[in-house]
């Protein structure tokens, strides 16, 4: 994520008067940030730019049929890359930090590898045991 460019005007979305006003004027940055600028709006930064990575089909295959699996079922082509931790918590290292850290939040699916786990699949009284004492771990006193 090297890369910082314009999102394309194309996927920006206009903004009505009293979002505008928001987006330039609140002292409140966590309202500032939650306009929605783009049609992938996860991505698009306050003045428009995002962060990028490109993937091609040579040095990314699994990953770029990935995106192109993605993009035929929701019909857009972008993921959002980020640390895969929660507030607190050091990022995810292994495999079991991964399971760990899935159990206890809402994250609907887990793909490590060739594994795909679907939260539904797991047992209730494991997800609420796990998540209350892994969340706890990390908060704040």
């Known amino acids: 994520m090297l890369l910082v460019a314009p999102v ?39 003045d428009y730019s995002a962060r990028i990575q490109t993937v091609d089909p040579l040095r990314h295959g699994r990953f770029h049929r990935l995106l ?12 959002v890359n980020t640390s895969f931790n929660v507030r607190g918590e050091p990022i995810v290292c292994t495999p079991g930090d991964a399971c760990e850290c899935f159990l206890a939040t809402d994250m ?10 679907l939260k539904d699949s797991v047992p209730q009284r494991l997800r609420s045991t796990k998540q209350a004492a892994y969340l706890a771990r990390f908060s704040p006193d």
């Open 8 to 46: 394309n005007p194309e996927q920006r979305v206009s903004l009505e008067a009293d979002e505008r006003k928001v987006m330039q004027t609140d002292p409140d940055l966590r309202k500032r940030v939650n306009v929605a600028r783009s049609s992938i709006p996860a991505v698009t930064h306050v």
């Open 68 to 79: 192109r699996a993605f993009e035929a079922a929701s019909g857009c082509g972008v993921l």
């Open 108 to 117: 609907d699916a887990l793909v490590v590898e060739n594994w795909l786990v």
